[in-house]
């Protein structure tokens, strides 16, 4: 979702601007913008589309060692020109860029600017020209944007720069990421530090409703109050070469290959040397003095709480409830006594999560954050945080930060149950090693997959997965990696649910893939296969070794019972890369979707 860059240095900004951007495409987005500010002014340059586009308009003639970028992610008005940022104030005095959505713009504008017309569609032009309005009435620059951020209600992160004041720019920051990089001669701003590696991997963090004046070679962090704030930066631990595709046409190729070598780095970072579990003691304690357990995620990391609940609850005992983040508040079940939530999230930025984080600190519980980004917002809010090892995760489709997700998860459970005496028949890292084994044997059978994915998707409109008990759970998350990056109409089912309605659009040649990797349900699920095969479905199995029939179109390996979700997801996800490259699809940048959701 929306990215922000910024640059205050030596160099001509526009280049590290434009290269931070490309850094930033991962997030979706559909416009995007720079402004640059040299001697003769503030030179903005926008365009709707890709960041290819916005090059081919920037002129190349203009140079400026300030500037600002965005990549939009349309919100209040369409993608357009018109509606990319910056945006810029009525006298053209302030440029602006922001993420987030002011959620009380037009109340603003009725109260403030009711003079004025705007001249985008967007929340976010009330920002610079309340700015703009306060400056012109006598404010001095700073009190007119401390007054400003102060009126916001809703998420903002924002980079503003006043055309008479070149050498500094303004930013504020409320709900939604925004970063300070500190260079040598040099500072940026940024949204993911990954954007401005290439000028530090020096930063430091901004806390909701700060104000931070950055000129070349000195951060100023200020409350909204102006109470100045000392903070030191951290270093980013990041290689560049983990942001850069290397040989893979795409990253979510890439991705899926990183697989095995996650979940070793994972069993690596959490074993003992006695080759048993670590986990942090006070992790561990929460865990075991709650009564129940509330997971809480979006999307893929949704179904890896899904799988979850079953690890935690089987080996553990201690009941687990999964919800949708977006709808928890709002279909909040009774919770329990002394309730434990866990915030699962790769990106650990997603809103409707931390909508959720507020309100669950509020009612003074406990809280701890499943993450791949440990500096990222839930982590930094929680009390705890697991963090996921899995590396950046570029492609909008998430595939390692998932399967990092259950492993991380499993040796949760596996953590609590030793501590509840509760003994295992398994060595849970030895099974994850399997695991991470099996994982490379699928990845080393693209072609297969490729087959399958001509054979059963390269024409059809809409697509079924079916599974019972957790491979239900990993048929949803193989619906969404299809639908997400192929936009084939892809739904996955309880396969006992199907007679109940939806079994209705089976039609002809209706490719249905079902997975058969349980034992106590296959023969269940090999008969929902009949039945829909009756009804002219095309069906396609992919099964565990050892419950095999001879039509079943790929045999997986044999791993635990309780972790085949780690495996048997990876044949889903190459399936679903192959289906969207036959289909023409951008892979890592589906239309519409961002990264990181960082609007509700
Ligand atoms: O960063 P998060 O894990 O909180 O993101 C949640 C979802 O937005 C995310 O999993 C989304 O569903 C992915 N695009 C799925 O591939």
Partial sequence: MCGI??????EDAKEVLLRGLEKLEYRGYDSAG???VNNEGVHVFKEKGRIAALRDVVDSSVSGTVGIGHTRWATHGPPSRLN?????????RFTLVHNGVIENYEQLNR???ADMTMKSDTDTEIIVQLIDRFVSEGSEVEAAITKTLSLLKGSYATAIIDKQDPDTVYVGKNKSPLLIGVGEEANVIASDAMAMLQVTNQFLEIMDEELVIVTRDNVTI????????SRKPYTAELDSSDIEKGTYPHFMLKEIDEQPFVIRNIIQKYQNEDGSVRLEDNIRTAVTSSDRIYIIAAGTSYHAGLVGKQLIERLTKCPVEVHIASEFLYNMPVLSENPLFIFISQSGETADLRGVLVEVKKLGYQSLTVTNVPGSTLSREADFTLHTYAGPEIAVASTKAYTAQMAVLTLLAVDTAKAKGIELDFDPLQELGIVATVMETLCDQKERFEQIASEFLSETRNCFFIGRATDYFVCLEGSLKLKEISYIQAEGFAGGELKHGTIALIEEGTPVIALATQ?????????NVKEVAARGAAPCIISMK????DDDSFVIPTVHKLLT????????????YYAALHRGCDVDKPRNLAKSVTVE
């Fill in 34 to 36: 720079i402004a640059l």
């Fill in 84 to 92: 990319a940022h910056p945006h810029q104030s009525e006298t053209a």
């Fill in 222 to 229: 200020k409350t909204l109050e102006g109470k100045v704030i």
């Fill in 111 to 113: 109260e403030y600017l």
């Fill in 5 to 10: 860059v910024g640059y205050i240095g030596a």
């Fill in 546 to 549: 050892g419950m095999e029939e």
């Fill in 565 to 576: 979700p780690l495996a048997s997801v990876i044949p889903l996800q190459l399936i679903a």
């Fill in 519 to 527: 034992e106590h349900v296959n023969l269940s699920i090999r008969g």
